[in-house]
């Protein structure tokens, strides 16, 4: 693959094996590392090992650096490699207490503890009053910080590793000049339910102990509960917390059927990655599409002829 250039770093040695065509690289909106697998021929040459660095450039753009994580053997001397992206260890878990901290605050302390490498870290600009985290993975302790953020601010962030960079960046400024039409993606799958992820009635507990009493934050729809009957979604909150932007903040979010939506085989542009936003226009049968999306789920798929991509999209009524 001339259009390819894989390197893998075992010490000092630097190699550039011949790597087979279909290299794959898949982002996730949240909680999964970035993933780059390929495949090589067998060679005395040769020599890596799990934890080696590699990077991947496709026609001059830097699209993954890594680590080796496994390796599997066929019987046709070829070897697949899988490699993930520096927050595979966010999977470590620990256990954290913290106050008055912003999301970015908390995650370049957990970056900083972990000795990995901080990119571009935006300023998510809401102090969490209180927080204990106990026994959870970093992937866990970041996502409940920035969901505390979101459900105060409505704000959304998205954290990426940028070729070797931890990333946070808010997701309404990844918006992509790209549209996925019947032109530029080959199919689609699209699924509509109330069965997941769709709530017409928050309830909010608070235990008032200093008060002694239990107070309670309602947000509901009596429109959609005489449509779909009652979908109830119960929490308890801690001191400090707005019961009632929290409240309204989620019937917000979860006030609405689920879709989903996957497009395969779109027009392939490496700087779509999970958390960017493109625009959608496709007609599925009982609804139009004609807005932004954004991308939960991608898997590029790298060839000598072609780069396409396979989509997995939410926003405007569709989830994962």
Known sequence: MSKAQLIIQNGGKMMEPAVEEGITWETTRKGVPGKLTFSVMKDVSLGFQEGNAVRFIYDGNKIFYGFVFSKSRTSNDMIVVTCYDQLRYFKNKDTYVYKNKTANEFLQMLIADFNLKAGRIENTGFKIPSCVEDNKTLFDMAQNALDITLQNTRKMFVLYDDFGAIALQ???????????????????????????????????????????????????????????????????????????????????????????????????????????????????????????????????????????????????????
């Open 170 to 320: 808010n997701i309404a400024s990844m918006k992509l000049d790209i549209l996925i039409d019947e032109n530029t993606g080959e199919s689609f799958d699209y699924t509509s339910t109330i069965d997941s992820n769709t709530y017409n009635k928050i309830k909010l507990s608070f235990e008032n102990e200093e008060k002694g009493k239990r107070e309670i934050y309602i947000a509901q729809d009596s429109e959609h509960m005489n449509e779909w009957g009652v979908l109830q979604f119960y929490e308890t909150i801690q001191e400090n917390v707005n019961g009632k932007a929290k409240a309204d903040a989620l019937l917000s979010l979860y006030n609405q059927k689920s879709r989903n939506l996957s497009v395969k085989r779109a027009f392939g542009d490496f700087r779509v990655r999970a958390g960017s936003s493109l625009g959608v226009g496709l007609y599925l049968g009982d609804i139009t599409v004609a807005n932004y999306m954004v991308v939960e789920n991608v898997k590029h798929t790298f060839n000598e002829s072609d780069h396409y991509m396979d989509l997995s999209l939410i926003g405007g009524g569709f989830d994962a």
